[in-house]
């Protein structure tokens, strides 16, 4: 299963970013590998807040037309939404304490988590998921792919 990252949901949206065409590429090559994707509430929510709202991009998305396009990813037949289990607490932190880091990276290590917990490999145009040990990920954008 592949989790994107909020990057991947907004470019792969954005006709206008440069990064459109991979993020596009890499969620339809999701959607269509048996595995499927596998959304993170956090990832979805921060679609929503980020797309629709004016002075982050010149034709933001109507609140109607961003749920509409959740409603799409959600309903595809290869699609899940990915819930803490039991272990995500304990995961949390160790991928925190193990990183050393706190604020802003907490939403990171969260979904990070998510990904583990269901062994996901999480997909983002975001290098700092790197500081997270026992995360299967792809750095998009470089042709690269990173595992720890």
């Known amino acids: 299963m592949r989790c994107p990252d909020v990057n991947v949901l907004l470019y792969a ?10 993020a596009r590429a890499w969620l339809e090559a999701s959607f269509s590998s048996p595995q ?4 993170a509430w956090a990832a979805l929510l921060g679609f929503l807040r980020l797309s629709t709202r004016s002075g982050i991009y010149a034709r933001p998305l109507s609140v109607d037309a961003a749920l509409s396009v959740i409603d799409a990813w959600l309903g595809h037949p290869r699609a899940s939404v990915l819930e803490p ?5 304990g995961i949390l932190g160790r991928l925190l304490l193990g ?8 939403s990171d ?15 983002t145009f ?5 500081r997270f040990a026992g995360l299967r990920w792809t750095l998009l954008g470089r ?3 990173k595992k720890r």
């Not at 499927?36 to 959304?39: C, D, L, M, R």
């Not at 990183?99 to 907490?106: F, Q, T």
Request: aromatic residues 4%; without cysteine; hydrophobic residues 40%.
């Open 143 to 145: 042709a690269k792919r």
């Open 36 to 39: 499927g994707v596998g959304f």
């Open 13 to 22: 949206v954005n006709l206008d970013s440069p990064r459109h065409e991979d």
């Open 109 to 123: 290590a969260h979904l990070a988590a998510l990904a583990i917990e269901h062994g996901a490999e999480l997909g």
């Open 126 to 130: 975001d290098s700092d998921f790197g």
């Open 99 to 106: 990183a050393g880091v706190g604020g802003n990276l907490v």
């Open 85 to 89: 289990t039991e272990r995500h607490a």
